[in-house]
C-alpha cells in the first residue's frame, strides 16, 4: 500500500495549524483536528540545519539548509492544488527514523509485488532467445511458482525472496537468475510518503497564514 495526495488530503481534512514557536528558522506548528480529535495528528519541529516531522505517521529528520522550510520550497511546483514531494532527493537529506519500538524504522522497504513483477519480466524476456513449446513454458513457469513465487508474499523479506531464487535451477536453462541479484525491489513506504505530503501541506499552510499576517 502506498500514500497519494487525495488520500493524504483525505487523512487531514480537518485538521487546523497552532504555531507554537516561530523564531527564525526555530519553529514548532502542530496540526490536529479541530474538533480535539487525534488520528493523524503531528508536529514540525524546526531549527538551524533541521527539519524534524513527528506525529501518529511517525517521526522523520532531515538535514540541508539551514532553514529547511526553504529547502522542501524548492521542489513547491506552479500548480497551487497539487502538493509537490520529491521522494528520491528528499529521502537523501533523510538523516534518521523511528523505530516504532521494534528497532524497524525505513524510508524504504521490500515489496514483494515489485520482485514478482520483475521476475516475471525477466523470464518472459530471457525465454525470447529460446524457441520451447507451450507445454515446456508451462511447465517451466509451474516451476518457478512452486519454488520462488509461491514463497513470496506481504510478510517476505528480501531475504527469503533473493534465496529462493538463488536456489532456483532448470537443466536446460541454468543461467536463468544469474544476472538479477542487484536488483532493487524497494519502494518508499507509506509512513514515508504520507510524511512528505505532510511537509509540503504544512508549510504551504504555515505560508499563507504568515501572508495573511503581513497583509492584515
Not at 533473493?162 to 537443466?171: A, G, L, P, S, T
Request: charged share 30%.
Amino acid at each position: 500500500m502506498t500514500c497519494d495526495q487525495q488520500r493524504f488530503k483525505r487523512d487531514v481534512a480537518d485538521h487546523v495549524m497552532t504555531i507554537v514557536r516561530d523564531d527564525g528558522v526555530d519553529r514548532h506548528i502542530k496540526f490536529g483536528n479541530k474538533d480535539g480529535g487525534s488520528p493523524y495528528w503531528f508536529e514540525i519541529l524546526t531549527w538551524a540545519g533541521t527539519l524534524c516531522i513527528h506525529g501518529d505517521c511517525g517521526t522523520f529528520v532531515f538535514s540541508r539548509l539551514t532553514d529547511m522550510f526553504k529547502f522542501f520550497r524548492t521542489d513547491r511546483g506552479n500548480d497551487p492544488s497539487k502538493l509537490y514531494i520529491n521522494e528520491g532527493y528528499w529521502c537523501e537529506k533523510l538523516q534518521a527514523v523511528d523505530c516504532n519500538g521494534y528497532g524497524k524504522g525505513a524510508a524504504r522497504k521490500f515489496d514483494p509485488e515489485e520482485f514478482k513483477s520483475r521476475v516475471k519480466e525477466h523470464v518472459e524476456s530471457y525465454l525470447e532467445g529460446y524457441e520451447i513449446t507451450d507445454e515446456r513454458r508451462a511447465d517451466l513457469w509451474d516451476s518457478i511458482h512452486s519454488e520462488i513465487l509461491g514463497y513470496v508474499d506481504n510478510y517476505s523479506s528480501e531475504y527469503v525472496a533473493f534465496h529462493r531464487m538463488h536456489e532456483f535451477h532448470d537443466d536446460e536453462f541454468p543461467e536463468l537468475f544469474t544476472d538479477c541479484w542487484e536488483w532493487d525491489c524497494d519502494e518508499y513506504t507509506f509512513r514515508f510518503l504520507w510524511n512528505l505530503y505532510a511537509i509540503a501541506w504544512a508549510i504551504r499552510k504555515y505560508d499563507a497564514a504568515k501572508a495573511e499576517k503581513r497583509a492584515a
